[in-house]
Structure formats: C-alpha cells, structure tokens
C-alpha cells in the first residue's frame, strides 16, 4: 500500500507590518504601516497609489510588490475601485501607467 504525502506551502509574504506605536512628533499614527526593509532587505519597486481629490498628494499606497504582474493586476483593480480617482503605477521613480478619471 503507498503512502499519501501532503505538501503544504508555507505562505511567503515579502513584507510585514510594523508595530503601531507614536510616532517622532507624540502623534498617534494611523493604521498600520509596511516596513520593507524587514523583509530581508528586499527591493519592492512596483507600488500603486491613489491620490487626492486635488492630485497633490497619494492618499493610499494600496500594493508594494516586487512583481510586475501582480502590481499591475492591483492596478487594475484600483481603476475599477476607485473610477473617480487618480491612480497611479509606478516602477521605483517611474510612472508605467496612470488612470486619470474621464471629466478631470
């Protein structure tokens, strides 16, 4: 009689949360953050981001991924979350692509 073996796999995350805390000027801070450089120092240069009303400033950093596909695919899902909203893809310093709103 053969034996069944199960694999399982460990999930990989290539971030983890920092601990919430005050931050250097005795305000609380909001939510929780990512620290990147916790993962072993790997580079998450993929990030989507949404913006304000006014596209002065990102509101929300939505995704940091270090894969291309999977930064785009919440991309995608950005635009279709937020239609009014100017979102970003970017690739470190670069903009790959940007939704901005029809009508804005």
């Known amino acids: 009689m053969r034996a069944l073996v199960q694999i399982i796999a460990r999930p990989?995350?290539?971030?983890?949360?920092?601990?919430s805390g005050r931050?250097?000027?005795?305000?609380?801070?909001?939510?929780?953050?990512?620290?990147?450089q916790a993962a072993g120092g790997e580079d998450l240069?993929?990030?989507?981001?949404?913006w304000d009303e006014e596209?002065?400033?990102?509101?929300?950093?939505l995704a940091i991924t270090a894969n291309a596909s999977i930064g785009y695919a919440a991309y995608y899902e950005a635009t279709k979350e937020f239609p009014d909203r100017f979102v970003t893809l970017r690739h470190?310093?670069?903009?790959?692509?940007?939704?901005n709103p029809p009508g804005h």
Do not use: C, H, I, M
Request: charged share 35%; net charge positive.
């Open 55 to 61: 596209k002065k400033v990102v509101e929300q950093k």
């Open 23 to 36: 931050d250097g000027d005795g305000g609380e801070r909001d939510g929780a953050s990512f620290d990147t």
């Open 12 to 19: 990989f995350f290539p971030y983890r949360l920092a601990p």
């Open 92 to 99: 470190k310093n670069r903009t790959v692509a940007r939704w």
């Open 45 to 50: 240069p993929y990030k989507v981001e949404v």
